[in-house]
């Protein structure tokens, strides 16, 4: 042992390192400190060439190839006499890598990162790799939204130099997107511009109230949508400038500046179109295409036209037809030339039309959808039309179309339908309801909509309890004569018993029919016009002023033929009808307007004579300088118009109800009340009879002539939270003006006794209230939370107001 001391010592003394100078011919080579890799592999290459050039030059190219793989910490040559002393200190051998912590980037990501830096088992330990590995996963998370990453490495020295890694990652909270600016933006809003990328579509709103969590790709395609949207509209100049993107100082939110360049929108200067037969009415789509010339270039206008042109092809059978928009952009000059190129093939009309598998439904009425026949042009819109239309009945569960050339022929097309029926075209539900007036009922439905097979829908409404029966019976049946427009018929039947009497029950729809020919939407709109009778049974056990001002209004010799305390009236109308909707409505978001009108004409050989028109608008518009906060407007109008001693019968009275509107009073709450009237005979003190009027005001409202009802709210942007009970939740504040009054009440003369206890002529006294709402979706249905208060008039009664109300509808 102590040898071995003395040799180490002496050969540290006498070797020399390897210089030019100091280097004598080589003749042996051994390796000292190695663990984990084979000497014999060191002295290959250092023996892979020969050492009797005696070059220093030679052995240094040689260390520096070994610390090149990266194996090596230290590296040390030395010479003895004729031997070549290498001494190495090897970085340690990776044996295990363990990783935790990672919930959002897969182990199968990470061993690949791991991978693309050399950091393996079996592989040599580099700690300038695993800086490089932790910047690069730094990266990698902040991609996804995680800016507040940490890692530690654990390192476990085993032995033989080897280490078990023990990759520690605290992930953090995933930062949000709380603001995005965009600087140079003069042609179009900010709001504008997100509505157009595709992450906005995805959730609706970029704003203060619903924060979006970062994730590198989609910002990417954030950026091409935004380049696409301005390239679109004709702005070939357009650049995206620097981003910067800047951290809070708790990391959770990031605020994203991005600086464009818009550039000038070029114009459409010249267009190219060639030519073809004029058979294909070549001057109509001459004029469509030549309507984009001066006008600033839109590729959405561009896609417009070409589905116009296309679809007027179709129309004249030209099923093959290709259709071709190029454009051409002079940057100097900031234009664009228009390229129009349509290649037209054979014509093709229609052979023969045939269709089975309609069994439960007769040929009639698949015949009134389909309408073209032999020889007409093939067009292939009005057979995705038809069948769209047949598919909305509900009749069908799947319908297919085959189109096949007919043999020996070029141009004839046969066309083929298999019908697949919905056999489930019944329904019947018994059911109970409660009505306010009414009570308990028992009630019965039952929906056919395939009448004998006509598709025609039968459906019958059943009210029933011990003292009332209310009988509907509705049919519903296309038109042959009339495109797009279908025959309504109802009947209705009510028959009572009344224990008590009062302004709201006293009177009775007894029986009625009417018949409307209706439209489905066409373009937003509807239209309908009925005609119809109902008779009206009018009890009047105790009047009431609006009672006794109708009964006025009818001649002397009505009554001759009916008690005036139990009588009927025959009153035969015309309904008209014009709805137009166009909105569209996500979950909670709507964006259109909704306006309807009515109008009831009693014809002059009824019992009545009135004419009512009632007009309704429902409008959501979104304010996007406000981030995206809606605005709902609601106005509904009511009047009535009466020649003569006519009026219109209490009965049909407007009265106030919410329906989906909110507000701070109960449905029919708001407006005149009856005002009872009663004659006392007493005798006096010469024993003479001597009457005495009685009124009792009460607090039953009868309604008025004429409504005028506005509402204003401001939805705010859609709030997911608690997404265990809801699914999503939408609050907002509203205002509430309704008033209803009765415009004959001044030509009461005889109701001068009266006048100060109720003011039913007096259009000012408008019921005012504010509040707060809050619509959830949750697993078992909607849900709304109102908070409602009245502020005008102050003197309500408190059976009117509804200040805090729950609804599950």
Known sequence: MLFKKFFVIYFLFFSLSVSAAKINKIRHITIHGVQNISPNNIVKIFSSNSFHDNRSGDISSKIKYLFSTKIFNKINASQFRDTLIISVKEFPLIDKISIYGNKNISDQDFNKLLKKFSLQEKNHFNTFNFKNFFYFL???????????????????????????????????????????????????????????????????????????????????????DLHNFYINNGYFDFKIGKIKKYLSKNRKDIYIKINIHEGTQYKIKKIFMNKFSKEYNYKKIHHVIYSLLNSYYNKHTVDHIKEKVKNNFLQEGLLNCDVFFHIDIDKKDKQVFLYFVSDLKEKYFINKISYNGNANIQNNFINRFIRKGKNNVFDINIIKKYCKNLFNTGLFHTIKVYAQKKVGSDNLVNIHHIFNENNNTRDINISTTVEKERGLLLKLLFLEKNLIGTGAELYIKILK?????????????????????????????????????????????????????????????????????????????????????????????????????????????????????????????????????????????????????????????????????????????????????????????????????????????????????????????????????????????????????????????????????????????????????????????????IKHALNFNDPSQIHLSIGTFFHCQSFFGPITFTFALPVYPFNVSNHCVSRFSLDFK
């Open 138 to 224: 730094r990266k990698k998370y902040e991609r996804k939204g995680y800016c507040n990453i940490h890692c530690n490495l654990m390192k476990i020295q085993l032995p033989n130099n080897k280490l078990h890694l023990k990759i520690m990652i605290n992930e953090g909270f995933e930062s949000s997107v709380s603001h995005i600016f965009i600087k140079g933006n003069n042609y179009f809003s900010r709001i504008k511009l997100l509505k157009n990328v595709s992450i906005y579509n995805n959730s609706l709103l970029w704003n203060f109230f619903l924060s979006h969590k970062y994730n590198h790709y989609e910002f990417k395609q954030l950026l091409y």
């Open 465 to 753: 309890n011990f003292s009332d029966t209310n009988i509907n019976i509705f049919l519903l049946k296309p038109l042959g004569l009339l495109k797009n427009f279908f025959l309504k018929s109802d009947i209705f039947f009510n028959s009572f018993k009344k224990k008590y009497v009062s302004s709201s029950n006293s009177f009775n729809k007894i029986c009625g029919f009417y018949t409307s020919i209706k439209t489905p939407y066409i373009k937003n709109k509807k239209f309908s016009i009925s005609y119809g009778y109902e008779k009206t049974q009018i009890l009047n056990n105790i009047l009431h002023f609006s009672l006794i001002q109708y009964l006025l209004s009818f001649p002397k010799d009505f009554f001759l033929n009916y008690k005036i305390n139990n009588f009927f009236v025959n009153d035969f109308f015309i309904k008209y009808m014009f709805d137009f909707n166009n909105i569209k409505e996500k979950d909670f978001f709507k964006m259109g307007m909704h306006i309807k009108f009515l109008g009831k004409l009693i014809l002059p050989f009824s019992d009545n004579f009135y004419h009512k028109i009632f007009f309704c608008l429902n409008q959501y518009v979104p304010l996007e300088s406000m981030y995206n906060i809606l605005l709902h407007n609601y106005m509904e109008f009511g009047t009535g118009l009466t020649l003569n001693k006519h009026i219109i019968p209490f009965y049909e009275n407007y009265k106030f109800y919410k329906k989906k509107i909110h507000s701070g009073f109960n449905d029919n709450s708001v407006g005149p009340t009856a005002v009872y009237y009663r004659n006392n005979i007493n005798k006096n003190t010469n024993n003479q009879n001597q009457i005495q009027s009685h009124f009792f005001p009460s607090s039953e409202f009868i309604g008025g002539d004429m409504m005028l009802h506005a509402n204003t709210e401001l939805l705010f942007p859609n709030l997911k939270i608690l997404k265990k009970f809801f699914k999503s939740c939408q609050g907002g504040i509203f205002i509430d003006a309704i008033n209803i009054w009765n415009t004959k009440w001044k030509n009461r003369t005889f109701l001068y006794s």
